[in-house]
């Protein structure tokens, strides 16, 4: 396992009290494999990543739990530590490739930034890696765009170039936090493709999150579904297309309007809307919206057992053990 | 079925989030206090006996029931003149001393102060008006209406604001103004109220006509415009309100700029004229007895630090209140 | 490229006319003000108010009056004041630049240098205690009329602790030329390069601080921690940078209008002969000509400092540069 993350809890201080933003989320990555988190916004898929790579800088944040990458704890590692992980060995490609990169270097610079801080190589070598890279992206005229500034490359160009600076030092654990929702689809593809050539040359383990399952279905070998900050699911790509077990998931599915067949008369969408984490429902977090919610849904379920785990009473989750 | 949430309005929750900034609160009272000592400013004078602006060169002050003359020979050095008497620290009796023609300087200070801040007030007001005028005119209309004014506004602003408003201070000055049946009298604060009020004009219309332009281009104000709303009427009703915001947070900080500016002009002379006086003036009084006497230039720069200080705190509490991610700046002398 | 340098040139010459225009208006137009009264200064005598009338052409339309003045100043150089009799404006105000030159020179480096400090400082430390008191000191600084803080400064320098070894060394006001007395010139100016600094340390320091914490909150910046980029390294290469760009613009417009004779309290107060100075001397005499000649290099300065900017902002953002 490359990484474990155990009972991963993070909240926030507030005027109105503590704010609970993921719970108890727990999972594994194996090394070289890609796990999909899918969710909505607010479901905590990017929080819980944010958290593996020591991002959260609010002084009011309280992390707790395990995470562990090669067996080394990253909860309460020193900052000076952990920043010879980040961008070395845990790399980390954002959403908005438009405001992601410094607009006052080029990106020739930003990159070889990175290589310079990690690894003892000279500038020139340095700019020859990145030239290199981002021949490997597909960017045409590297030697050429390393000279360009940020604001002078289109979308999915700044995004390759946002791939090719978190390539550079060859990490063994790359998370892309919805990278290509910002895209438009015929670049999406692109991108998606770019992504999967890469995990089979370098062997990184990537983490990928999206609020859309059908990205999921061509690359991911492992899905996590996660709603209101916790884990509702988790099955194999395959098994989870197959036989969703969460309602929440089938939702999910059935709202994706179907390729064949005859056409709905409405798309079908899930009633209500994800709950305010200042004011969660009791026990199930879905149940308000859930169309099977039965009385034990007032109880908070925890995940059944692996290969395809499922936080629902109707898959036999047991009960929890401690009450909040 | 999850319990709807009614949130409060924009200005109770910008109200209710001033309420918890103690530090502008602090700040605001401050200058509340400062305004209510300066408009006590005739009852201070009638306790104490003095006027301000009378000249007593020969008054004669009791301390601790000795009786002693305002203007003193001095007893060291060259007998070069009077000096007017230092401070008593006893209120009501000299307090700050006296200047140069035997004046109770803490008499002065208050009806300056008064003067001062009535000036400021105004001027800010008049700024505001005619800044939020123009700045409506032209970012609504665009076009040749826009690039006048901008052109003027341009013009205006070029001027480095310190010499614009002493070029037009001299000129008012030494004559006032009388157009047609209106005749301003030199000595007349409306004249200072003026000249500020007017420099100021192309700092604020920027911003308003800035913000005029976006909401020009924002969905409801299309939509008006399709409904075929007047456009006096598009502009009161559906422009304006939401321009409010950034014209009531520039309401402390034009009142801070304002009071440096007219206290500048008036220590060059050509704001306030005698025998009205503001802090600015005393200042300049209080030049030639500097190293004697400290505290009649003193005593007016601390009432003018606190209330700038104080104006610019409260300044930035509103402007955090309001809209915490606004960009306008600060002001400067 | 040469477009777009030529319509800069036409709008700063429109921009000046526009000024010279307006100069003449106030001082030649204002309604209820007989200007030969007003050039020739006050007690001038009826044959004089004459000549200055014929001089200037008062009774000619106000175009030619208009062009007449602007040959005096531009063209012949020979327009002279009224009040030191035959003394001539141009040459006596360009004598007064150095002066003014040197004090903002001065006092630009000092100020530059510590805002950079304090703003940095107080957005490394943000709500920390050490922020809050920067930005208190700062706001006091703007707070202050620069005026009154020279006179403060006098008292404490010259009179109160003169004897002291603080401030033994500072020589009574005035200016010493750099080429004749560079010691002099040097001590002579230290408190008036620290009094003009202090409200622009206490503005830009408060300026380049919110600046600073803004640009921290941007997507870029938490890539930069992403890369694993040590927290000095982003404030001062990504975040600094960044707020750079509009410090450096704000810088030119003070610095321009310094020179172009907005340090005048600042020189009155400390006796330097300044256009500045000069400005407010003329003043007291009703000093018409000089005036006039001092605003309206003044408000070139402006224009020019605009230009400049404008020229630094390309160079600085390459977000404005054309690809």
Known sequence: ?324 | MQPVTVSRGPWATAFHRLGRDRTALVALAVFLLIVIACLSSPVYAWWAGVDPFKSTLDAVVTIDGVKQPVMELPTTGLALGYTPIGPTWRLGNYFLGADNQGRDVMARLLYGGMNSIVIAGAATAFTLIFATFFGLLAGFFGGIVDIVISRILDVLWAFPVYLLAISLSIVLMTQGISIGPFAIDSGSLLLPIFIIGVIYIPYVARPVRGQVMSLRQSDFVMAAIGLGAPSGRIMVKDILPNVSTTLIVFIPIMMALNMLTESALSFLSIGVQPPAASWGTIIQDGQTLLYTRPWVALAPGFMIVISVLSLNVFGDGLRDALDPRSKIKLGRG | MIYAILQRLAQMIFVMFGISVLVFLIFFGTPGVDPAARIAGRNASPEVLQAVRVSFGFDQPFYVQYLTMMKKIFISGDLTSFVNRGWKVVPAVLDTIPVTLSLVLGAAVLWVVFSLIIGVTAAAFRDRWIDKTLMIIGLIGVSMPVYWLGEVMNLITQSRFHDTWLFSWVPPLGYKNLSDDPKGWFLTLVIPWITLSILYIGLYGRVLRASITEALQEDYIRTARAKGLSETRILLRHALRTSLIAFVTLFGLDFGALVGGSALLTEVVFGLQGVGKLTFDALQNLDLPVIMTTVLYASFFVVLANAVVDVVYILLDPRVRTS
Request: net charge neutral; with cysteine; proline share 7%.
């Open chain 1, 1 to 324: 396992m490359i990484l474990s993350v155990k009972d991963l809890s993070v909240s926030f201080r507030t005027e109105t009290g503590l704010v609970r933003v993921l719970d108890d989320v727990s999972f594994d990555v194996a090394e070289g494999e890609l796990l999909g988190i899918v969710g909505e916004s607010g479901s905590g898929k990017t929080m819980t990543v944010l958290a593996v790579m020591g991002l959260i800088t609010d002084p009011n944040a309280v992390i707790k739990g395990s995470i562990l990458y090669r067996g080394r704890e990253l909860v309460g590692m020193k900052g000076r530590e952990m920043r010879k992980l980040r961008g070395r060995e845990i790399a980390m490609i954002f959403q908005d490739p438009m405001t992601a990169l410094t607009p006052v270097y080029t990106i020739g610079w930003q990159i070889a930034e990175q290589i310079l801080t990690h690894q003892k190589v000279s500038k020139a070598q340095a700019w020859h890696r990145a030239i290199e890279l981002l021949a490997e992206v597909g960017i045409p005229k590297p030697e050429e765009a390393v000279h360009r500034y940020p604001h002078q490359l289109s979308g999915g160009m700044r995004q390759r170039a946002v791939i090719a600076m978190a390539l550079t030092c060859n990490p063994a654990l790359l998370v892309a936090d919805e990278p290509t929702t910002a895209l438009d689809v015929t670049v999406q593809a692109q991108i998606l493709d770019l992504l999967r050539k890469l995990q089979e040359t370098h062997g990184s383990a990537i983490i990928f999150i999206t609020h859309d399952l059908g990205v999921m279905a061509e690359l991911a070998d492992r899905i996590m579904v996660m709603y209101a900050g916790r884990v509702v699911e988790r099955a194999t790509r395959d098994a989870l297309f197959a036989d969703p077990q969460h309602p929440y998931t089938v939702a999910l599915l059935n709202s994706i309007p179907p390729l064949e067949g005859p056409r709905p008369h409405r798309l079908q969408t899930i009633a209500g809307s994800p709950p305010s984490l200042l004011n969660l429902p009791q026990g199930c977090a879905f149940g308000p919206r859930c169309p099977r919610r039965f009385d034990a849904c007032a109880a908070k379920p925890a995940l059944t057992l692996p290969p395809h785990e499922t936080a629902c009473f109707l898959t036999g989750a047991p009960m929890p053990a401690v009450t909040e």
